[in-house]
């Protein structure tokens, strides 16, 4: 009897979570089991999503003493013209195969956005397109990001996918999209992550 009560139990704990997840909307602040928060801004039809952070900040993408090298990062696929589908968590993979092949420390971009915790991560272009071009298209997000004494979005913002060894794409508050040398422009960099 015992056991079928705490059963019981663990069955409607379980279903309050999921109607809590399910109850989510894209602009609701979500706290992650590590206090970090976010703004939402995309939920799928199971109820998985994607937050960006609320705060941002400006980097390089690629930190190099010299100024005249960049490395490739040979598993990113170079785009020659910016991929602008949503494709969740291809960011989260870029940023781990950037830091893994370039370090910690050459990485400022990509270390930047891990600063917010580890599952945050510098969005693909597309995931970034998403954000700007879609999701705040009625200035939503930023009302949400206001709201939260977080940062709006405004600037240039750093992606996770390349152009080529020296250039990395950027996407504008706006959706305006171009490449940009990873060495030599500090710009914002605002993290995403997924629930």
């Given at each position: 009897m015992k056991t079928l009560k705490l059963l019981s139990f663990l069955l409607f704990i379980a279903s309050f979570s999921l109607n809590a997840q399910q109850n989510i909307k894209v602009?609701?602040?979500?706290?992650?089991?590590?206090?970090?928060?976010?703004?939402?801004?995309?939920?799928?039809?199971?109820?998985?999503?994607?937050?960006?952070?609320?705060?941002?900040?400006?980097?390089?993408?690629?930190?190099?003493?010299?100024?005249?090298?960049?490395?490739?990062?040979?598993?990113?696929?170079?785009?020659?013209?910016?991929?602008?589908?949503l494709n969740v968590g291809l960011g989260k993979i870029n940023t781990a195969y950037i830091i893994q092949q370039l370090g910690e420390n050459k990485a400022p971009a990509a270390r930047c956005s891990r600063n917010n915790g580890a599952e945050w991560y510098l969005p693909s272009a597309g995931e970034m397109f998403y954000l700007v071009a879609y999701a705040n298209l009625e200035g939503d997000i930023d009302k949400a990001l206001e709201a939260a004494d977080g940062k709006k979005l405004n600037g240039w913002y750093w992606t996770s996918s390349e152009y080529n060894n020296g250039e990395a794409w950027r996407i504008a508050h706006n959706g305006k999209k171009k490449r940009c040398s990873k060495l030599a422009t500090r710009i914002y960099v605002r993290a995403i992550r997924m629930f």
């Open positions: 602009g609701d602040i979500y706290t992650f089991e590590d206090n970090t928060k976010g703004v939402v801004f995309y939920i799928d039809e199971d109820g998985r999503g994607l937050a960006v952070s609320l705060e941002q900040d400006k980097r390089r993408w690629e930190e190099e003493t010299n100024f005249v090298y960049c490395q490739d990062i040979v598993t990113i696929a170079n785009e020659k013209d910016v991929e602008t589908s």
